[in-house]
């Protein structure tokens, strides 16, 4: 089946600094989306991103499809910018696969 | 809009007994539904698929007997865990599509089960 890998695994920032996640996948895939999961679980939709760049105030996502990844753009860090953030891509039988996930704690 | 709860958010119970839980999808109807569980620091492991009338179809390894899959209506899905034991502990997380709304998922804010 389709494998999605995301880098790094781990992630510490200093509050102000800006940092770019990836998400490679193996196969083609009918969409994409990043998730950031806060600390209680939630999963917040950041971006639903098949292909193209959208830019949402200090997020953006790049998802370049022909070349199989996708990236995530965090700008001016927050300390309510940490936790965990997933890609999770849709497959042609409409199955979502979720990457590893990358965790981020931003230092105040 | 296009928002997903589900309930409870969290359950407590022995081992043994069995645990409902629902998903709910408040502004749109959801045609497709699907049940995940987490392992802490883990991913999202998809366990089923259910469309709206039909039977969940399950991937490989999830025992269907254990997890009982209902999607009744266009607004509910619910989860069953029967005779739950303390390695069923997770964190269960289900999200919702609408063909109407796109291939996006929605998902809920998850329920987490721990088996005593």
């Known amino acids: 089946g389709i494998q999605v890998e995301q880098s790094p695994p781990d992630l510490i920032l200093q509050e102000g600094a800006n940092s770019t996640l990836r998400c490679n996948f193996s196969?083609?895939?009918?969409?994409l989306q990043w998730f950031h999961q806060n600390p209680w679980g939630q999963l917040i939709n950041l971006f639903y991103?098949?292909?193209g760049t959208k830019q949402n105030g200090r997020l953006s996502a790049t998802t370049v499809a022909t070349e199989r990844y996708s990236l995530l753009y965090i700008s001016s860090s927050q300390t309510t910018d940490s936790g965990v953030y997933f890609c999770?891509?849709?497959?042609?039988?409409?199955?979502?696969?979720f990457g590893a996930g990358t965790r981020l704690f931003v230092k105040a | 809009g296009a928002v997903v709860s589900q309930h409870p958010s969290w359950v407590i119970c022995k081992s043994g007994t069995s645990v409902k839980i629902e998903c709910r999808s408040l502004?749109?109807?959801?045609?497709?539904m699907f049940w995940y569980r987490q392992f802490p620091k883990k991913s999202l492991m998809l366990m089923a698929t259910?469309?709206?009338?039909?039977?969940?179809?399950?991937e490989q390894g999830v025992e269907k007997d254990k997890f009982l899959i209902n999607h009744a209506s266009l607004t509910l899905s619910t989860l069953t865990v029967t005779s739950a034991h303390p390695e069923d502990s997770s964190f269960y997380i289900c999200?919702?599509?609408?063909?109407?709304?796109?291939?996006?998922?929605?998902f809920g804010p998850g329920t987490r089960l721990t088996v005593l």
């Open positions: 999200s919702a599509r609408d063909k109407v709304l796109g291939p996006r998922q929605f």
């Open positions: 196969d083609s895939v009918n969409n």
């Open positions: 991103i098949p292909s």
């Open positions: 999770a891509v849709v497959t042609g039988g409409f199955k979502t696969i």
């Open positions: 502004d749109f109807q959801a045609t497709t």
């Open positions: 259910s469309n709206e009338g039909s039977k969940a179809t399950y």
